[in-house]
């Protein structure tokens, strides 16, 4: 069981709006702690998609938006295109662990 | 931009240790802005952390594998390390080295490898 709690898949149809909800608890999200995002294409590495809630890095179209209120995090995903089927994880620090943890993943299935 | 490469067997023995290396391109694995970490998969699952280790020589382990890792950086080789010791075939999984990037508190992990797959079997 994960600490972060993701819902395993989640679908749209291309051109939709979808989100992800990342919930946490209070040594976690809820603690301050930022909040990660990573895309995990189908065979390949995870790749960083959000850092610091809210910051894509160079490259990460803008298509893609994450937030986080009190203990939980959302990835929004706006105009929803094929390429984007992939698994996405949640990531944030624990200060009861003193470590990173990982969400379970969702994966996007688009229709 | 850095890149990390793993290395090492891709099939182990129940019982045996399974021992990795990832070799980091620059010169990041001196800085202190960052620990260097493995993360694994198993076929079909998800992300789990096993731990990192900062230039200094502090580490973490994820609790659940403790007991049997050990990290380790060379940095006249610029690289890092995984063991894991006395294996089984539920640590049969795709292993990813990864750069993990520090300010205040361990944050996120901004470069991987491609990851290795390693089987455990006799």
């Known amino acids: 069981q994960s600490v972060l709690t993701q819902p395993p898949s989640v679908s749209g149809a291309p051109g939709q709006r979808v989100t992800i909800s990342c919930t946490g608890s209070?040594?976690?999200?809820?603690?301050?702690?930022?909040v990660h995002w990573y895309q995990q294409l189908p065979g390949t590495a995870p790749r960083l998609l959000i850092f610091?809630?809210?910051n894509r890095p160079s490259g990460v179209p803008d298509r893609f938006f994450g937030s986080k209120s009190g203990t939980s995090a959302s990835l929004a995903i706006t105009g929803l295109q094929a390429e984007d089927e992939a698994d996405y994880y949640c990531?944030?620090?624990?200060?009861?662990?003193?470590?990173?943890?990982f969400g379970g993943g969702t994966k996007l299935t688009v229709l | 931009q850095s890149q990390l490469q793993e290395s090492g067997p891709g099939l182990v023995k129940p019982s045996e240790t399974l021992s990795l290396a990832c070799s980091v391109s620059?010169?990041?694995?001196?800085?202190?802005?960052?620990?260097w970490a493995w993360i694994r998969q198993p076929p079909g699952k998800g992300l789990e952390y096993i731990g990192s280790?900062?230039?200094?020589?502090?580490?973490y382990y994820n609790p659940s594998l403790k007991s049997r890792v050990t990290i380790s950086v060379d940095t006249s080789k610029r690289q890092f390390s995984l063991r894991l010791s006395s294996v089984t075939a539920a640590d049969t999984a795709v292993y990813y080295c990864?750069?993990?990037?520090?300010?205040?508190?361990?944050?996120?992990?901004?470069?991987w490898g491609q990851g290795t797959l390693v089987t455990v079997s006799s």
């Open positions: 990864a750069r993990l990037y520090s300010y205040g508190y361990p944050r996120y992990f901004d470069y």
């Open positions: 620059d010169g990041s694995i001196t800085s202190n802005s960052y620990y």
């Open positions: 280790m900062y230039y200094s020589g502090s580490t």
């Open positions: 209070s040594s976690n999200i809820g603690a301050t702690y930022d």
């Open positions: 610091d809630n809210n």
């Open positions: 990531q944030s620090y624990d200060s009861s662990l003193s470590g990173s943890v």
